[in-house]
């Protein structure tokens, strides 16, 4: 029987959904829970983890790696923490070209590497809104003064709410500094954020993630409503672009849509994105498509992997 391993927290609403639609494939799901202590073992026959041989595995889809809190800072902590990565890299390192891993070891740092994201992007041609990473209040005064404004993120994706920044005194400058350490600051575009999930260079679905409160900078504050929307050829491209200088064989893409012009800036790429509740809201399957992705044959095709296709 075909296996694939689905590597996080099993309360994780994404894990649920895959188990299900591989059961539906005939595929079983091995569920890794990332919060257990790893125990490798990796050696020339076998990468062993979480008492499973990885090797034996069809495919693997990375949820989390359930690293160590750092939060109590001490160095044994912070160290205990990278052990942990460094053994998980090496183990999906070790897998490459034998099992489908989504997404590969490489593509998962990006997120701490956001205003490197945002530069390779820019360097490739793709339109990204104008940015610049600062530890110094001198700093913002290298983007000029754009009519509405400029919002503020954290340098590392995903740990901080994105915000309108108010043009203050240095004063205030510094004392955002010195809470942060560094900001990434970007002009601001008015219009909507809309997520599009692409997996192995084909676009599976994008939406308009709209806050019900209006004054929301930060679509994922609140309540909000989702509303399919076109995608242009050209932002196509862009997109594809994109997750394919991520490294990632399935992301989900954050954009920003102006407006006034309709044009669409890149954010982001995300590695592990949540996709439930986008299914529910949408009605775009995404779970299908990646099960069939993860249970597939390297280089095969689904039906050479499964035999006939389930009903349902
Ligand atoms: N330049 C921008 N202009 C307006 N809104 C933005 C801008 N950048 C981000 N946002 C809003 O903030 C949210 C989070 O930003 P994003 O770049 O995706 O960072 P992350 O999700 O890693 O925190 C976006 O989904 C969007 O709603
Ligand atoms: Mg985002």
Known sequence: MIRVGLLGPPDRLEIGRLSLRLEERGVEPVLLDSRRPPEFEITAGSVRALGEDLLALRGLMVIDLGLPA???????????????????????????????????????????????????????????????????????????????????????????????????????????????????IQRRIVGDN????????????AAAIIP???????????????????????????????????????????????????????????SAPFFVAFEKASGFDIASPLADYLAARRGGTRSEALGPQPRR
């Open 194 to 205: 809309v997520r599009v999930f692409v997996l192995d260079g084909r676009v599976l679905g």
């Open 70 to 184: 750092t939060g109590d800072g001490t160095a044994e902590s912070v160290a205990a923490s990278r052990r942990h990565l460094a053994g998980w890299n090496a183990a999906l390192e070790a897998l490459e070209g034998r099992v489908r891993v989504v997404n590969p070891p490489q593509s998962h740092e990006l997120h701490g590497l956001k205003p490197f994201e945002t530069l390779d992007y820019q360097w490739r041609g793709l339109p990204v809104p104008e940015t610049v990473a600062t530890s110094s209040p001198e700093g913002f005064d290298r983007l000029p003064a754009f009519t509405h404004g400029t919002i503020r993120k954290s340098l590392v994706g995903g740990l901080d709410f994105t915000e309108a920044v108010e043009d203050g005194p240095t004063a205030d400058r510094e004392r955002l500094l010195a809470e942060r350490g560094a900001v990434l």
């Open 212 to 270: 019900a409160n209006p004054a929301a900078t930060d679509s994922r504050r609140g309540e909000s409503l989702v509303r399919r929307v076109k995608m242009p050829v050209a932002t196509e491209q862009v997109v594809l672009a994109a997750v394919e200088a991520s490294g990632m064989v399935f992301a989900a893409v954050d954009l920003m849509r102006e407006g006034a012009s309709g044009r669409d800036y890149l954010l982001e790429c995300n």
